[in-house]
């Protein structure tokens, strides 16, 4: 059974600091890496997501892998109290098809 | 709004009965999954579709629950005989590639 796991949280930071969102696999095979946020009583949206090939950045956000240690971590520079959510952490083998997704982790951005 | 939608966005039904949901992707998007998602975790995979075909389905999922997309292009879920563990929210995502754009979701309560 693939399993991805996160801290559940919550996570609490101060407004203007960094938030560090950590998520690991168990299947060594996955190809691609999803982060997405979920505020309470909506759904979940897209942040970013990565391939097994390389980190990225996009604006606040950096999402980084490491596959000898097989986690994933999100970075959220300058976090805002709009950014207080849950963040999903998902993972695909197959490029399209099976998605794992975590428990995801509450953030708390107090201001 | 040209976005995932579906309907009901509520239903509330008893022990026994059977419930269908339906989800309309976005236009060009061949890819739809559905989850459930419970709260606390994170969604759960019960099925992929490209265009019209079902090729994949959760090892998870009862044989209560089936889902069609006859066209390609909306698809509804049913689940027959619901039980009060069926009690959830039932997420739908579309996707022309690797990312996945979810609904607002149908919330179900079994009594």
């Known amino acids: 059974q693939k399993e991805v796991e996160q801290n559940s949280g919550p996570l609490s930071v101060p407004e203007g600091a960094i938030a560090s969102l950590n998520c690991t696999y168990s299947?060594?095979?996955?190809?691609?890496f999803f982060w997405y946020r979920q505020y309470s009583g909506k759904s979940p949206e897209l942040i970013m997501f990565i391939y097994s090939n390389g980190d990225k950045e996009d604006g606040r956000f950096t999402a980084q892998l490491n596959k000898a240690s097989q986690y994933v971590s999100l970075l959220i520079r300058d976090s805002q109290p709009s950014d207080s959510a849950t963040y999903l952490c998902?993972?695909?083998?197959?490029?399209?098809?099976?998605?794992?997704f975590g428990p995801g982790t509450r953030l708390s951005v107090l201001p | 709004d040209t976005g995932v939608s579906q309907d009901p966005r509520h239903k509330i039904t008893k022990r026994g009965q059977n419930v269908t949901f339906r989800c309309d992707p976005i236009?060009?998007?061949?890819?739809l999954y559905w989850y459930r998602q419970t709260l606390g975790q994170g969604p759960e995979f019960l099925t992929y579709f490209q265009n019209e075909a079902q090729l994949e389905k959760s090892r998870l999922l009862s044989d209560r629950f089936s889902a069609e997309r006859p066209k390609g292009s909306f698809s509804t879920l049913e689940i027959q005989r619901t039980e009060q563990g069926d009690s959830a929210m039932y997420l739908c995502a579309s996707s022309p590639n690797n990312e996945q754009f979810f609904g607002p979701g149908t919330r179900l309560t079994v009594l």
């Open positions: 299947d060594r095979g996955s190809q691609s």
């Open positions: 998902a993972v695909n083998q197959d490029y399209g098809q099976n998605f794992v």
């Open positions: 236009s060009e998007h061949n890819r």
